[in-house]
């Protein structure tokens, strides 16, 4: 699926939802205890399987009679002679968070995908929360779940992946109570099974964004 990463990410850059370097995806098969990555300052329009940062996912449960909670941390492994000269996004807390347990893909894959589409980032700034315009659309609300806006936080920032977990309603398994959140100022963030069915989440919502926007009717 690396490939269909790279494919999906030059099609973002032709839709200007990123610039060159922007945006970041990852993936976790769910029988594996790592993911992959995309690299950060690598043109996302020439992007390659072979760039792709390979995380580990470290996992130790918590001391205390009982206990089922657990100590996670994460660890950059090697995966080819490019991308160990490479970096990963500076987003890996956000993609982190959202990979180390699976929650209801855990017995598949769990692709995330964060960009920056104009139309969705517009409405943001004008005041639209994105979860409220989502429920007058049924193309949009029938296969698409949309969180309430994470405001304004530090991208590349722990606070940035928190607040996106939280409105994402990330529980500790791993379950996510939504299919896409918008982060004001900074783009979206959506999940699913594979690259474009998150694709097709933020592909949906952009497009109600522009409808919205262009009615005027938002205040």
Known sequence: MLETICDIMTDAYKRNWITSRDGNVSIRHHDR???YITPSGVRKQTLQPDQFKKIKIEKSLKSGYGSLDYWYSWEDMPYTDISANLKPSGELPLHFGLQKEMGQHNNDV?????????????????GIDLSTISNAFPELNRYTRVAPNVGDVPPISQELADQSHKMLQLDKDGNVAYDIVGIKGHGVVAIDTSPWRAYEHIERLEHICKIVLASGNYK
């Open 110 to 126: 769990r692709v995330v995908v964060h960009v920056h589409p104009t139309y969705c980032i517009a409405a943001m700034h004008a």
């Open 33 to 35: 205890d790592h993911f």
